[in-house]
């Protein structure tokens, strides 16, 4: 994996997850670090599936490359990609909005279903709502699979 630098500077950390952190770059850029125990493979295989995913139609982060971010105590891989910003379906307190996007979100997944792929982690944290655009854009696909694909960072285990 060729990594590009990318110096860490005061990013403000938007979000944390069982696998990685992610912090706000600029306006428009994210990047997901991976904790220490996660495999690095594992941007790869998300980078490669969410590339399929946008390349399908399906709503999904536009990937930007994995880069090394330089922080004051090393050396990380980081994956860069698209912010989104939107509210988490699973934080909207509204009781018919949620329910909309819900509906989104699924629509979403059931797309992303018929071109092959198997999801895992399928909770309500996994989708972004754009009020503006009234879609559900789906994020952290770590977990998933697709039919046919293969890489370093794959599940090695088929979701059933």
Same mark, same amino acid.
């Given at each position: 994996?060729?990594?590009?630098? !990318?110096?860490?500077?005061?990013?403000?950390?938007?979000?944390?997850?069982?696998?990685?952190? !992610?912090?706000?770059? /600029?306006?428009?850029?994210? %990047?997901?670090?991976?904790?220490?125990?996660?495999?690095?493979?594992?941007? /790869?295989?998300?980078?490669?599936?969410?590339?399929?995913?946008?390349? %399908?139609?399906?709503?999904? =982060?536009?990937?930007?490359?994995?880069?090394?971010?330089?922080?004051?105590?090393?050396?990380?891989? %980081?994956?860069?990609?698209?912010?989104?910003?939107?509210?988490?379906?699973?934080?909207?307190?509204?009781?018919?909005?949620?329910?909309?996007?819900?509906?989104?979100?699924?629509?979403?997944?059931?797309?992303?279903? /018929?071109?092959?792929?198997?999801?895992?982690?399928?909770?309500?944290?996994?989708?972004?709502? !754009?009020?503006?655009?009234?879609? #559900?854009?789906? #994020?952290?696909?770590?977990?998933?699979?697709?039919?046919?694909?293969?890489? =370093?960072?794959?599940?090695?285990?088929?979701?059933?």
């Amino acid at each position: 994996m060729e990594l590009t630098q !990318l110096t860490y500077q005061g990013f403000p950390c938007i979000g944390y997850g069982s696998e990685s952190t !992610l912090y706000r770059v /600029d306006e428009h850029l994210v %990047a997901k670090v991976p904790l220490p125990h996660c495999p690095i493979e594992n941007l /790869d295989h998300e980078f490669s599936l969410g590339n399929l995913l946008c390349e %399908a139609g399906i709503s999904a =982060p536009r990937m930007e490359g994995i880069f090394e971010m330089i922080f004051s105590s090393g050396r990380k891989p %980081a994956l860069v990609m698209q912010y989104v910003p939107g509210s988490k379906v699973s934080d909207l307190t509204n009781p018919n909005l949620k329910a909309h996007a819900i509906a989104l979100l699924k629509a979403e997944r059931s797309k992303a279903i /018929d071109y092959g792929f198997f999801m895992k982690d399928v909770g309500f944290d996994n989708g972004i709502y !754009l009020p503006r655009e009234d879609k #559900v854009v789906l #994020v952290d696909f770590i977990s998933w699979q697709k039919e046919g694909h293969d890489c =370093p960072g794959c599940p090695r285990e088929r979701i059933k």
